[in-house]
């Protein structure tokens, strides 16, 4: 079975954002990464499709990244939980149909009641590595209209 190319747009271009964005974009993806430290942006510019140094917290600078036409969008900031919060509302707001959000504790997705979002709060190269298996073999991601929480 070949793959087929996604969009993603990763919110958090920290350790975690950055290494899954890399490897979304080693495997022929096109990839967004989103974060408001320059450094991080600028880090990661040579490598993602596109880089922007944005607040996902802020409803109008998300818009105008286009994130709700991706075809999934990673919330990769669980260290930080209303940052999580309100850039996970922010993106489906704005029409992202699937969205993974990275939580940093069994209690995180107590965070998001009936959000249809897929949360994992596995450790991190685990929780990168099972994304990465979701994206190259098949398409795995769970939507909005039937999400599941894995803890």
């Not at 504790?105 to 959000?115: A, I, Q």
Request: positive net charge; hydrophobic residues 40%; charged residues 20%.
């Amino acid at each position: 079975m070949t793959h087929q190319h996604k969009s993603f747009a990763i919110l958090g271009l920290g350790t975690f954002g950055s290494t899954v964005a890399a490897e979304l974009v080693r495997f022929g993806n096109h990839v967004l990464g989103i974060d408001m430290d320059e450094n991080r942006v600028s880090r990661m510019a040579n490598t993602l499709s596109e880089a922007i140094i944005a607040d996902g917290r802020d409803d109008l600078a998300l818009r105008e990244t286009g994130i709700g036409h991706y075809d999934v969008v990673v919330i990769a900031m669980g260290e930080d939980l209303e940052a999580s919060i309100l850039c996970t509302m922010n993106a489906r707001i704005l029409g992202a149909k699937t969205i993974w959000v990275k939580a940093s504790s069994r209690t995180h997705p107590v965070s998001f009641p009936n959000w249809g979002l897929t949360v994992s709060s596995t450790r991190k190269r685990k929780w990168g590595n099972t994304l990465r298996r979701c994206c190259i073999t098949r398409w795995c991601a769970i939507t909005l209209a039937s999400a599941t929480v894995s803890t």
